[in-house]
């Protein structure tokens, strides 16, 4: 049974298998899609942006080409004339509107993604509810970490991720006594003093 194993045993073996380094490579991959994914979007916000200008440089042309004609020409050609400028005005005019809603499309589809990015930086790297509650039913280690904490043991890792600090709260005494573990020390000791000490 896991409580007849040794605490000692059993942090150990915690700390070998703790690992999280498939979770931060997988944010990172996130992170690599959503930094390319916004790199594309403002790629083509710049060349629709490009496009525009430069019929609005063609329609300026053209309006001037227009009036140098209409003072030139007559009315018949100045006419025909008219009717071709329209034209390319209400083509320019379509050009622009569809520029435009691909602009919002675009827009929307990076506040879309902003939206799932801010939806993974709020599951953690340890994913969703469900996802945790799956790994907790697998993980040895988080059963080993969860035995300890219902006796009365917290197990705390240092900046390296090693865990060599053990709080123990004693609630019939209302004692807390916090134990540095030393690799000098045997499993053997540390086993007994935490048992006398929840005593």
Do not use: C
Not at 26 to 32: K, M, S, T
Not at 71 to 77: I, L, R
């Amino acid at each position: 049974m896991l409580f007849d194993e040794d605490p000692a045993m059993l942090v150990q073996s915690t700390m070998a298998n703790f690992h999280i380094d498939t979770d931060k490579i997988a944010i990172g991959r996130i992170n690599e899609s959503l930094s390319t994914l916004q790199q594309a979007r403002d790629l083509r916000i710049r060349e629709a942006e490009s496009a525009l200008k430069k019929l609005s440089r063609n329609f300026a042309t053209m309006s001037q080409q227009h009036s140098e004609t209409v003072s030139s020409q007559s009315s018949t050609d100045h006419a025909s004339q008219i009717v071709e400028l329209d034209t390319q005005k209400f083509r320019a005019a379509k050009a622009a509107s569809d520029l435009e809603i691909e602009g919002e499309r675009l827009e929307q589809e990076g506040e879309g993604l902003k939206s799932r990015l801010h939806d993974l930086e709020v599951e953690g790297v340890e994913g969703d509810n469900m996802a945790r509650a799956k790994r907790e039913m697998d993980d040895p280690t988080i059963l080993k970490l969860k035995v300890y904490r219902s006796l009365g043991i917290d197990v705390e890792a240092d900046s390296t991720g090693n865990y060599n600090k053990a709080v123990i709260r004693n609630h019939q005494k209302g004692d807390v006594h916090v134990i540095n573990v030393d690799p000098k020390f045997s499993k053997f000791f540390y086993s007994n003093y935490f048992w006398q000490t929840m005593r």
